[in-house]
């Protein structure tokens, strides 16, 4: 069997031709050139791809993208790409989505992609506030945060996107950020290679209503203490010479220690491929800013892949419980099926 030759192609070839309209210093600039940067490099062809969105900033990201794209509903965008994929598994199919888009109205469509594991590229642009319509408070902004529709501060607990992606099972969860390419590049072919849903949780800034928001952790001058890098099969340790580590405690907790105190061998080592959650999700949780506070106040933050274990694919399933049936009981008739037992006649 002779290997099939995919065309190479350039950053060109996946960018279109539409004026990009976000405002001028948002991060949603530095992820759309990530991805085209990246799509040249995963071995497929525009015209097998596809990106669908939903609604919000970052769902204007089709246009800019010479692909096939649906720029979709409010929050519908993983139903609709749940449909695409299972009808045409030959497909890369791409989700584009923001914190508001996914996590409020969409929340349902989400967490059913996820559990069911349709083959997916799920991008989640988390901002932690409504940009399109300027600034309201959104499923993951703080408690306490202060804006058009929260004018004394958000009571709402907030949702981890990461912890929510863990909690409804999904095969590989990962979280970047929006300053870094290549770590945005590395993390978004990870999320591809992956057969079945792919959930990367970006930290993006919006520079017009909620600017600096993950300053605390992604600043040039702090990251360095505060990113802490996930690598399978490696210590989980981080800043300056890796002085300062994460541990897990005999009540199941992870704790961040230094190093020198406990022993190298004593730091947790990661393990992305673990099939149990749990330390995935405690991973999730130890990012999360303590949402107790009506200032954020934010602890050292993991980035990286946290799961990527192996499951049957939705649509593969699909397939397979297809062409059984089509084995067994020859071809449907759609006619028969209609007129069946349990039909009657109204006059």
Not at 12 to 24: A, G, I, L, M, N
Not at 61 to 86: E, K
Not at 170 to 195: G, P, Q, W
Not at 268 to 291: E, G, I, K, N
């Amino acid at each position: 069997m002779t290997d099939v030759v995919v065309p190479l192609t350039t950053k060109k070839d996946w960018t279109s031709d539409q004026e990009v309209r976000w405002c001028p210093g948002c991060g949603d600039y530095g992820i759309l050139l990530a991805v085209q940067t990246l799509m040249p490099e995963l071995g497929v062809q525009p015209e097998n791809t596809v990106f669908i969105s939903g609604i919000g900033c970052s769902s204007r990201f089709p246009y800019y993208m010479n692909t096939y794209g649906i720029h979709s509903i409010h929050g519908r965008a993983p139903a609709i790409a749940t449909g695409v994929a299972v009808a045409r598994p030959d497909l890369d199919v791409w989700v584009i989505t923001g914190d508001g888009d996914a996590l409020s109205i969409g929340g349902n469509h989400l967490i059913h992609a996820l559990r069911r594991n349709v083959n997916l590229t799920i991008l989640l642009f988390n901002n932690r506030i409504y940009g399109l319509t300027k600034g309201q408070y959104s499923p993951t902004s703080e408690v306490g945060k202060v804006t058009k529709s929260t004018p004394m501060g958000s009571i709402d607990h907030p949702f981890s996107p990461l912890a929510l992606a863990l909690g409804a099972e999904a095969s590989f969860v990962a979280r970047t950020h929006d300053l870094d390419r290549k770590h945005m590049m590395e993390t978004f072919r990870a999320a591809h290679a992956h057969r079945g849903a792919s959930f990367v949780e970006i930290l993006q800034n919006c520079n017009v209503f909620n600017d600096g928001a993950f300053d605390q952790v992604t600043g040039r001058k702090v990251r360095g203490e505060m990113m802490i890098d996930l690598r399978h099969g490696e210590p989980i340790v981080f800043g300056e010479n890796g002085h300062a580590g994460v541990v897990m405690g005999s009540d199941g907790h992870l704790r961040i220690v230094e190093v020198a105190d406990v022993g190298l061998e004593a730091i947790l080592r990661h393990d992305a491929h673990r099939t149990d959650p749990s330390l995935a999700f405690a991973l999730a949780r130890l990012s999360a800013d303590d949402p107790g506070h009506s200032t954020a106040v934010w602890s050292p933050t993991p980035f990286g892949v946290f799961r990527d274990v192996e499951r049957p694919d939705y649509g593969s399933m699909v397939g397979a419980q297809l062409a059984e049936a089509s084995t067994k009981k020859g071809p449907g008739d759609l006619r028969t099926l209609l007129q069946s037992a349990g039909t009657w006649q109204v006059s």
